[in-house]
């Protein structure tokens, strides 16, 4: 996305992974590594950001994406105003762009967006000042970037960074999933070796996006071998519309278990984008067990967004 980037190939935004360059995802990734210890360790940072406005601008509900990115705001220095969408203006019939632009006059820099459309926010960074700078929060069904990037580099901290020679499966519901895009854009952009799909004929998309996929519906098959495991929330509508039969079938199909994880290499990761339906689509046992990183993403997710926000900003 042309917008993205400026004419010297500069983040300007970060709106979608798809179709950026290697090398700009894997210096974000070098940038949040770096950040990591200070983000989460206290004030170092401090003066960063200090002085710059960051607007938390959620039309749908968060809890983890919109905590970190405030955290990291925080650590980074700078004023953070979280858009509160039960009490807004917007109940009024206001605009997305008409709120955008009202808090942008408020003197906001840099605007975190989640949405349920697709195209979004990259619609709202069209119709922002040019110094005004978007990062992407979750849109529709199409776009999760800071998530496919903390879990890029949750993958390089256990794996390392040769990404060709990985088997990654990712598994669940990628029909409805902004993170399963995500990552797909990402390890395609990496060069992963063997990237894996699996879920129910219903959940699995039927456009291109899982070109170069290998792709079924066999969950013990797609589990063999692999190093690791992106497990995604079976989002409970889906039941009520048929797509899965019921909760306790989907688990027997398509739940990751010890046993069936045995099936992974001996030393394969557990990742999840959260929030995990236990019992569903993981186990206790599982979420819980060493083979988890769940909370390792979740602790690298403030070092990315803050990593995000630093070079969209220029902190």
Do not use: W
Not at 211 to 230: M, P, R
Not at 289 to 300: C, E, F, H, T, Y
């Amino acid at each position: 996305m042309a917008i993205q980037l400026d004419h010297d190939g500069r983040l300007r935004h970060l709106l979608t992974l798809d179709g950026l360059p290697a090398a700009t995802i894997a210096g974000l990734l070098d940038a949040a590594e770096g950040l990591k210890p200070k983000v989460l360790g206290g004030t170092a940072l401090r003066a960063s950001l200090a002085g710059r406005t960051v607007c938390t601008l959620f039309f749908e509900p968060s809890t983890r994406t919109r905590s970190s990115f405030q955290l990291a705001a925080t650590r980074l220095g700078a004023d953070v105003l979280n858009f509160d969408m039960a009490t807004s203006s917007s109940k009024k019939g206001e605009t997305a762009l008409d709120t955008m632009r009202n808090l942008e006059a408020m003197g906001v820099d840099c605007f975190v967006v989640r949405h349920a459309e697709n195209g979004a926010v990259a619609a709202l960074a069209e119709g922002a000042r040019p110094g005004t700078r978007f990062v992407n929060a979750g849109d529709g069904r199409s776009n999760h970037p800071t998530q496919g990037l903390l879990d890029m580099l949750t993958l390089r901290q256990r794996k390392g960074a040769d990404f060709s020679r990985l088997k990654v499966l990712i598994a669940g519901d990628v029909k409805h999933s902004r993170v399963a895009r995500s990552d797909l854009h990402a390890l395609r952009a990496l060069g992963a070796g063997e990237v894996r799909v699996c879920g129910p004929a219903t959940l699995l998309p039927d456009d291109r996006t899982l070109a170069g996929c290998v792709v079924g519906d066999d969950f013990d098959a797609a589990l063999d071998g692999v190093d690791a495991v992106i497990m995604l929330r079976l989002q409970r509508e889906r039941m009520e519309e048929g797509l899965v039969p019921s909760l306790e079938q989907y688990f027997r199909d398509y739940g990751l278990t010890p046993k069936r994880l045995r099936r992974a290499r001996p030393d394969a990761i557990v990742m999840h984008p959260g929030p995990m339906n236990r019992g569903v689509e993981i186990s206790d046992a599982v979420a819980d067990g060493p083979q988890s990183v769940i909370l390792d993403q979740v602790a690298n997710g403030v070092a990315v967004r803050a990593a995000v926000m630093r070079t969209v900003l220029g902190g």
